[in-house]
Nanobody, 124 residues
Framework: QVQLAESGGGLVQAGDSLRLSCAASGGTFSRYAMGWFRQAPGKGREFVAGITWSGDSTSYADSVKGRFTISRDNAKSTVYLQMNSLKPEDTARYYC?????????????????WGQGTQVTVSS
């Protein structure tokens, strides 16, 4: 059973940066794509970014392109989300997830394991 633990969330001001981390334990981290999703109150879970098993390909939601960067360190079984130029509309709970395949998918149903999430709040 894979366990994912996110960290790095917090309360920041618009324009600030945050770096989220997601540490995996159990299973085989390096074989699968990883993704970051977010969910704001009253809204559905939204794809933010994804990365292939090798890290050679990434995908981003249009709303975060150019501001967020996903990366991974397979030796540390950790995936990161660097968030720059944060906006109030980025406020949400952020979840990392492990996909069922090595390629990136943008739908929640393609992910088999989820963390508990970390809260990101951006004030204006």
């Amino acid at each position: 059973q894979v366990q994912l633990a996110e960290s790095g969330g917090g309360l920041v001001q618009a324009g600030d940066s945050l770096r989220l981390s997601c540490a995996a334990s159990g299973g085989t981290f390096s074989r699968y794509a990883m993704g970051w999703f977010r969910q704001a109150p009253g809204k559905g879970r939204e794809f933010v970014a994804g990365i292939t098993w090798s890290g050679d390909s990434t995908s981003y939601a249009d709303s975060v392109k150019g501001r967020f960067t996903i990366s991974r360190d397979n030796a540390k079984s950790t995936v990161y989300l660097q968030m720059n130029s944060l906006k109030p509309e980025d406020t949400a709970r952020y979840y990392c997830a492990q996909a069922t395949l090595s390629a990136v998918r943008t739908v929640p149903g393609a992910y088999q394991y989820w963390g508990q999430g970390t809260q990101v709040t951006v004030s204006s």
